[in-house]
């Protein structure tokens, strides 16, 4: 099976996540692992322990109460493997797909694009380490310091809660420390903004780092990934927080005590989070219909490819948005900053999102019959678990059996499943030997 997996690249991913999800089951139904008597049950150990591999965030136990410092420090562990994982699995899986193109083409399509070459592998590598271990440390110190000076916690609590609000932002894991995860820092910029920069940083994905990096401050220079994925990141990040503020504003249970510095951090604070991170500073189950439908798109749409970040990504939402505008310019090219999109990455995307949209609806639909809830919050918590947020309305501990399970394997086919599907897809393009007729059904 690990030689197939090998074989076939496109394996690889999920098995490895698979085989550090059932490990870390094993170390959280140890009786070390909880702090109270006995051991942890079987579902609840898996689900934690997919939550964290996924880098999801969902829990079915508070976690600072249920899980020892042993089980606290496993979690944490699975998390970092999770995020630093998947950041390199698709990073030099999509690396991987270039391989197939002849080295003239090759060179040119990296010429044209700056995209990232199979000579790059080992400067991938030194960045994602350099990167990772950089942002964790210098977000850990100011999280140990403002958490010592400021609400006296004891150098010892204070630097493993900075320690692990640090990793659990920067790879987009959702896991706290607190057991209201950082309501408590809702108006705190000296907290806050350090973890909302982790968690976009990581949540861009290693092949933007790396641009940024060869190529500071060139934008003409930069890859249309790059250039989309900056774009799109910033128009969901303050379009997201516009309608959070616009929706919860005079909320008294999220915004409305909160002055207007507070009501502004809040709802950039959230619309970064619902992208992919799961850190709440607002309560979320009290928030208004409107402003769970924002969530779901923010939820969906996620962040950078190759990433730590879930969802359908950026680039795949903006590109069918520049497919729709083609369309209606009437125009026979798909083109985005003045260069063409290519047919089979339009054909990519669409594929990408109607599976999505398929494997959610599905969920859904079962989540529906073996709960009693409505709709809008089922709808959340499985988009949730899908992209890999985190966020929930309060009902994940209150599932049956059957919707943990659920849960558990949306959360693993959001994880791994798009990058696996866009990859494998990418390895078995190929020209076929011959072309049917061409007929135009009827559309709309």
Partial sequence: MLRRGIQHPARLIPLTFLGTILLGTV?????????GDGSAPFLTAIFTSTSAVCVTGLAVVDTPVYWSMFGQVVILGLCHIGGFGIMTGATLLGMLVMRRLRLGTRLIAQAETRSLGLGDVTAVLKLILLVTFSVEALVAAALTLRLHYGYGESWGLALWNGVFQSISAFNNAGFSTYSDSLMGFVTDPLIVVPIMLAIIIGGLGFPVLFELKREPGQWSRWSIHTKITLL???????????????????NPATLGPLDTSGKLLGALFHSVTARTAGFNTLDVGSMGTETLAVN?????????SAGTAGGIKVTTFFLLGFVVWTEVRGSQDTTAFRRRISAETQRLALTVVLLGVGALA???LLMLSVTDLPLEVVMFETISAFATVGLSTGITAGLPPMGQWILIALMFVGRVGTITVATALALRSKAPAYRYPEERPIVG
């Avoid at 990141?233 to 005079?250: H, T």
């Fill in 27 to 35: 170390l959280l139904m140890l009786p070390v692992a909880r702090a």
């Fill in 232 to 250: 799109g990141s910033g128009i969901l990040i303050v379009g997201g927080a516009l309608a959070i503020l616009l929706y919860e504003y005079g």
């Fill in 296 to 304: 779901y798109v923010l939820m969906f749409i996620g962040g950078g």
């Fill in 362 to 364: 599905v969920a859904t």
